[in-house]
Nanobody
Framework: QVQLVESGGGLVQAGGSLRLSCAAS????????MGWFRQGPGKEREFVAQ????????YYADSVKGRFTISRDNTRNTLFLQMNSLKPEDTALYYC??????????????????????WGQGTQVTVSS
């Protein structure tokens, strides 16, 4: 069993930064890829970023590439998402999720919600214009 708890969300002005954290329980955190997803108002949940089990592989949605950075600290069982140059369209509930394998290479896998078996409750990010 894995429990994921996100934190770090909040209200920020456009152009600002936030750093999200996801604390994971259990001993298996370091054996699996992890991802960040988000769900904006009236929208479906969408892929944001994925990081492989040893941090060597990362993937980003085009909408956040160059602005967001995913990272992890396996010694602390924690996943991070550094978000810079935030835009109003980044407003969403942000979720961390545990993948079912060490990493996915294909977009069809790492961007698919079904590829992840544990989810946090989400942390709200609101970007004002």
């Amino acid at each position: 069993q894995v429990q994921l708890v996100e934190s770090g969300g909040g209200l920020v002005q456009a152009g600002g930064s936030l750093r999200l954290s996801c604390a994971a329980s259990g001993r298996t955190f370091s054996n699996y890829a992890m991802g960040w997803f988000r769900q904006g108002p009236g929208k479906e949940r969408e892929f944001v970023a994925q990081i492989g089990w040893r941090s060597g592989t990362t993937y980003y949605a085009d909408s956040v590439k160059g602005r967001f950075t995913i990272s992890r600290d396996n010694t602390r069982n924690t996943l991070f998402l550094q978000m810079n140059s935030l835009k109003p369209e980044d407003t969403a509930l942000y979720y961390c999720a545990k993948a079912q394998t060490q990493y996915y290479r294909d977009y069809s896998h790492y961007a698919d919600l079904q590829s992840y078996d544990y989810w946090g409750q989400g942390t709200q990010v609101t970007v004002s214009s």
